[in-house]
């Protein structure tokens, strides 16, 4: 079974394996940038010990090479930490968005095409493969190691081409994703639309003779105020209702049956409770005569008590 990794992305009906497609084309532009790297090395090397400094074609290739080099690592494991595993959710929900790798991958493209056309030239340059006589005089093994300078050259600009495919390739997967999102976007908006619509068209009508409250009884019930206005005035009166004669349909009082010394409150003998007598006083209208009150003169002035 082939190691795969499904990233977590929007694919559609028709293109079920894009996510491993992706998968593998960002393994391919890591291991190509590590291969170029591999190869400019020696270019730069060589060029700056024999020139004293190497051209700007291989000087540019491995800045880009820098650059891009964890770009697709990160495309893939962050997504995948996230979605498999709840870890980096900054950097996952980043890197997961279809409009984020479609910008990153065509700004990857941008840099490995101008990455593959400075190589190109430099390698089709023949003075950057054409020997010096002084230095080869000079140096025994310099004839060797300018020959696989230019070899090398050559080769980085084929990988950088390779490399830029690989970027461009990711762009296109990147776009199928980004339009399938969107489709999946509006066709869910319009199908909430239809379900919104056929709902509002599904309701029963309101019946007609539908009342909230019972308008009879309030507005007095038949034979009141209200059902008197609102009936004609050649319409006979509506019945009057008769009120039933009242009847007591209480149960007929029980004999007491008591013994003759039982005093209780059924008793025909009740029992004489003595009522407080009220005091006279003065009838009103009679003169009455006031009496002062009686004084006592103790004697304290004259040092002794007065009897």
Known sequence: MAFTVQLPITVPSNMPNLSTVKFWLHIIQFALTLLTIIIIAPV???????????????????????????????M??????????????????????????????????????????????????????????????????????????CNCGKAAAGFAWLTTFAWLGTVAVSA???????????????????????????????????????????????GGAGSYEQMPLNSPAPEMHQ???????SPPARPQSHSPDYHGYDSPTPMSIPMPQPTPGPVYGEPTTYQPPQTYDNGAHNGYYRQ
């Open 44 to 74: 730069i090397g060589i060029e700056a010990k024999y020139w004293g400094g190497s051209k700007a074609g291989p000087n540019w290739t491995l800045v880009v090479c820098i650059i891009t080099l964890l770009a697709p690592v990160a």
């Open 76 to 149: 893939i494991y962050f997504p995948w930490a996230y979605d498999r595993q709840d870890k980096f959710k900054v950097l996952g929900k980043f890197f997961i968005k279809s409009r984020t790798a479609l910008v990153l991958t065509g700004f990857n493209s941008l840099l490995w095409a101008t990455a593959a056309i400075a190589m190109t030239v430099h390698s089709t340059d023949a003075a950057n493969c054409a020997l010096d006589s002084d230095l080869e005089k000079s140096d025994g093994s310099y004839a060797s190691s300018w020959a696989n300078q």
């Open 176 to 222: 199928i994703v980004m339009y399938t999102e969107k489709q999946q976007i509006q066709q869910n908006l319009k199908t909430h639309e239809m379900n919104a619509a056929a709902d509002r068209h599904g309701e029963p009508p309101m019946d007609p003779s539908y009342r909230p409250y019972d308008e009879e009884e309030f507005d007095g019930g038949v």
């Open 243 to 249: 009120q039933a004669p009242y009847y007591d349909h």
